[in-house]
């Protein structure tokens, strides 16, 4: 973390926050954002740093869209809050949209307000409908920090150590991270190793008449951005259909364009039977949600779940603006395009420094990984690379189990000059640390 000089403006609200707020928040850069336009945020100096962490993969669309400030503005002045007490028109027209837009059959919406919940939503959902206990979750993953969400959170030790008794029926199988397994190089091999596991649990720990879901983000987020290889999604389905488990996809970090698709389990060709989104689902705004096949969902009878403010109109207007913006502006092909030239540009530039282990991602959820001298993890050199990151006006954010990645979260229309500025700092920070 970077401290501020006394004469800074940010220093007085610095001290105000160290007085007065918890600090189990903690933050990666110690400035007082202002503002915020697009790819940059602006602190209380008017310095202005360049955002490739987009309030941690939030803001798809840049910060502050003017279609998304407009769409605030004018819901703000109709319709605020409403709960479950009646139907609003934005909760309908949000749930329709995203019907439209999600993958297969998903078509019933249920509005939450932040990831966790979603996924909490989704869990009491599956149980529900079988009748049956177990969460079957993946090394690595991030799922959120309620209590429940903890326990299904296994990306870092942070997330949940002094947190137990956390809940049970949870069983967390290998997450097929190809690059820290003994089958670095031959995905095949890691996605049989990880298969065989699935198959051991059920002989060994839990028979699969008792699980209720499979729960799993296709792409890691928290646990360093890492694409699962499509063999090993295609064959978590027909396990899944085998034995009547549902497949819970968690979209909150890669959903929206992120990939270079509307969400990221579209490259692999595999229909949820529900569907985690948040994140950037508004704009900045907060929402969740999770979507299901009405023929799930009806089992699901009225008031056993629900939420005061889930939904609310201008988190939902926000969202349809959002989703329009992104597919009028052709963000998706975007991300695909622009995230692939920013990984070819980083591999070249860096590629070949012994202390860069792997460069990975689908679109514009792209890693860099980094290794001590004899190949382990290095948590040091990723949070050095974010610190010179921030030295040159460029906010960047670690990821992976040891944070020795950097995660790259640009806004999906970020301009072609701020693409090439944020790889040439972060080459820049490279080549500075990993001499
Ligand atoms: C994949 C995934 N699921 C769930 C969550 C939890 O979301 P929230 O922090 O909004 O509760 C996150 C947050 O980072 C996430 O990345």
Same mark, same amino acid.
């Given at each position: 973390?970077?401290?501020?000089k006394?004469?800074?403006?940010?220093?007085?609200?610095?001290?105000?926050?160290?007085?007065?707020?918890?600090?189990?928040?903690s933050?990666?850069?110690?400035?007082?954002?202002?503002?915020a336009?697009?790819s940059?945020? /602006?602190? +209380?100096?008017?310095? %202005?740093?360049?955002?490739?962490?987009?309030?941690?993969?939030?803001n798809?669309?840049?910060?502050?869209?003017?279609?998304?400030?407009?769409a605030?503005?004018?819901?703000?002045?109709?319709?605020?809050?409403?709960?479950?007490?009646?139907?609003?028109?934005?909760?309908?027209?949000?749930?329709?949209?995203?019907?439209e837009?999600?993958?297969?059959?998903?078509?019933?919406?249920?509005?939450?307000?932040?990831?966790?919940?979603?996924?909490?939503?989704?869990?009491?959902?599956?149980? /529900?409908?079988?009748?049956?206990?177990? $969460?079957?979750?993946?090394?690595?993953?991030?799922?959120?920090r309620?209590?429940?969400?903890?326990?299904l959170?296994? %990306?870092?030790?942070? /997330?949940?150590?002094k947190?137990?008794?956390?809940?049970?029926? $949870?069983?967390?199988?290998?997450?097929? /991270?190809?690059?820290?397994?003994?089958?670095?190089g031959?995905?095949?091999?890691?996605?049989?190793?990880?298969?065989?596991?699935?198959?051991?649990?059920?002989?060994?720990?839990?028979?699969?008449?008792?699980?209720?879901?499979?729960?799993?983000?296709p792409?890691q987020g928290?646990?360093?951005?890492?694409?699962?290889?499509? %063999?090993?999604?295609?064959?978590?389905?027909?396990?899944?259909?085998?034995?009547?488990?549902?497949?819970?996809?968690?979209e909150?970090?890669?959903?929206?364009?992120?990939?270079?698709?509307m969400?990221?389990?579209?490259?692999?060709?595999?229909?949820?039977?529900?569907m985690?989104?948040?994140k950037?689902?508004?704009?900045?705004?907060?929402?969740s949600?999770?979507?299901?096949?009405?023929?799930?969902?009806?089992?699901?009878?009225?008031?056993?779940?629900?939420?005061?403010?889930g939904?609310?109109?201008?988190?939902c207007?926000?969202? +349809?603006?959002?989703?329009?913006?992104i597919? %009028?502006?052709?963000?998706?092909?975007?991300?695909?395009?622009?995230?692939?030239?920013?990984?070819d540009?980083?591999?070249?530039?860096?590629?070949?420094?012994?202390?860069?282990?792997? $460069?990975?991602?689908?679109?514009?959820m792209?890693?860099?990984?980094?290794?001590?001298k004899?190949?382990?993890?290095?948590?040091?050199?990723?949070?050095?690379?974010a610190?010179?990151?921030?030295?040159?006006?460029?906010?960047?954010l670690?990821?992976?189990?040891?944070?020795?990645?950097?995660?790259?979260?640009?806004p999906?229309?970020?301009?072609?000059?701020d693409a090439?500025k944020?790889?040439?700092?972060l080459?820049?920070?490279?080549?500075?640390?990993c001499?």
């Amino acid at each position: 973390m970077v401290t501020v000089k006394a004469t800074d403006k940010n220093l007085e609200y610095l001290t105000l926050d160290d007085a007065h707020v918890n600090p189990v928040l903690s933050r990666s850069a110690r400035i007082v954002v202002e503002r915020a336009q697009g790819s940059y945020v /602006y602190d +209380m100096n008017g310095d %202005s740093y360049l955002d490739f962490a987009q309030g941690i993969a939030v803001n798809n669309i840049g910060h502050c869209h003017p279609a998304v400030v407009e769409a605030v503005q004018k819901q703000v002045a109709q319709l605020m809050h409403t709960s479950v007490v009646t139907h609003n028109k934005p909760y309908i027209e949000l749930a329709k949209k995203l019907a439209e837009i999600s993958p297969g059959k998903l078509d019933s919406v249920f509005l939450a307000n932040s990831g966790a919940e979603a996924v909490e939503g989704a869990v009491k959902l599956a149980r /529900y409908v079988t009748g049956r206990p177990v $969460i079957v979750n993946f090394r690595g993953s991030f799922h959120g920090r309620t209590i429940f969400t903890t326990a299904l959170t296994t %990306s870092k030790l942070v /997330y949940r150590e002094k947190y137990e008794p956390l809940p049970g029926s $949870i069983f967390t199988m290998p997450f097929p /991270y190809t690059y820290r397994s003994p089958f670095r190089g031959n995905e095949d091999a890691c996605v049989k190793e990880c298969l065989h596991q699935i198959d051991m649990m059920f002989k060994q720990l839990v028979h699969p008449d008792q699980v209720a879901a499979f729960l799993i983000e296709p792409v890691q987020g928290e646990g360093g951005y890492i694409p699962a290889p499509i %063999s090993f999604m295609k064959e978590l389905r027909k396990i899944a259909d085998k034995h009547g488990i549902l497949l819970i996809i968690d979209e909150v970090q890669s959903g929206f364009g992120r990939t270079g698709k509307m969400f990221a389990i579209e490259h692999y060709g595999v229909e949820p039977d529900i569907m985690l989104m948040a994140k950037g689902i508004a704009g900045g705004m907060p929402l969740s949600a999770f979507i299901a096949r009405k023929e799930i969902t009806s089992k699901w009878l009225p008031g056993r779940h629900g939420s005061t403010f889930g939904g609310n109109p201008v988190s939902c207007a926000a969202a +349809m603006a959002t989703i329009d913006v992104i597919q %009028s502006e052709k963000l998706i092909e975007r991300a695909a395009k622009k995230g692939k030239e920013m990984q070819d540009a980083l591999r070249a530039a860096v590629g070949q420094n012994p202390q860069v282990g792997d $460069i990975r991602g689908i679109g514009m959820m792209i890693a860099v990984e980094f290794n001590e001298k004899d190949g382990s993890p290095s948590h040091d050199t990723a949070e050095e690379v974010a610190k010179k990151c921030f030295e040159h006006k460029m906010i960047v954010l670690t990821c992976g189990s040891h944070g020795h990645c950097i995660r790259l979260i640009p806004p999906l229309n970020v301009s072609d000059e701020d693409a090439k500025k944020g790889i040439d700092i972060l080459e820049k920070a490279i080549k500075e640390v990993c001499k």
